[in-house]
């Protein structure tokens, strides 16, 4: 009984995840198939400001259903994918695009991970440099190398 139970359960579970996913998208008819293209890709490159890591192709959330609808009235308006984002990043900012321009704004972001991966280099070779001028912990001093040296070769006499 109690594997049927957990059969159940799992099986209630994958489907509510499933569809706490599912994206209702709305029906949208195209003159060309080109326009349907680029509404997609459109679509897929303007993130949703509710959301911050969804596109607005993805996200289900009132917002983004606003803006699929502003970018398909602007293309069948004849408006280029240049107008569109420039209309959508003047009135959102620039944290609309998933890919953001270089700018004094967003230079850290796009130079951040570059500035991380050189400062843990830098410590890194620091500690290798630090750690490779010193003696060892437990080296032996001349003496104690000498002696030993003798009895490795008394040992391999006998």
Same mark, same amino acid.
């Given at each position: 009984?109690? =594997?049927?139970?957990a059969?159940?359960?799992l099986l *209630?579970l994958?489907?509510? @995840?499933? &569809?706490?996913r599912?994206?209702?998208f709305?029906?949208?008819?195209? @003159?060309t ?6 509404y ?7 993130r949703?400001? %509710?959301?911050q890591?969804q596109?607005i192709?993805?996200?289900d959330a009132?917002l983004a259903q606003d803006l699929r609808?502003? %970018?398909?009235?602007m293309l ?9 984002? *420039?209309?959508?990043? @003047?009135?959102?900012?620039?944290? %609309?695009?998933?890919?953001?321009p270089?700018? &004094?704004v967003t230079?850290?972001?796009?130079a951040?991970?570059?500035l991380?991966v050189?400062?843990g280099?830098a410590v890194?070779a620091?500690a290798l ?5 010193r003696a060892? @912990? =437990? *080296?032996?001093?001349?003496e104690?190398r000498?002696?030993?040296? &003798?009895?490795l *070769?008394r040992?391999q006499?006998?």
């Amino acid at each position: 009984m109690n =594997g049927v139970r957990a059969a159940i359960l799992l099986l *209630a579970l994958a489907l509510s @995840a499933g &569809a706490a996913r599912a994206v209702t998208f709305e029906p949208r008819q195209f @003159a060309t198939p080109t326009l349907e293209v680029r509404y997609k890709h459109l679509i897929d490159e303007l993130r949703c400001l %509710v959301c911050q890591n969804q596109n607005i192709a993805d996200s289900d959330a009132p917002l983004a259903q606003d803006l699929r609808r502003e %970018v398909y009235r602007m293309l069948h308006e004849g408006r280029t994918d240049g107008e569109i984002t *420039a209309y959508m990043t @003047a009135r959102y900012g620039d944290f %609309v695009l998933y890919r953001p321009p270089v700018n &004094a704004v967003t230079a850290l972001l796009w130079a951040g991970p570059a500035l991380l991966v050189l400062a843990g280099l830098a410590v890194l070779a620091r500690a290798l440099t630090r750690r490779g001028g010193r003696a060892p @912990a =437990g *080296a032996l001093s001349e003496e104690e190398r000498s002696r030993l040296d &003798a009895l490795l *070769a008394r040992d391999q006499r006998d």
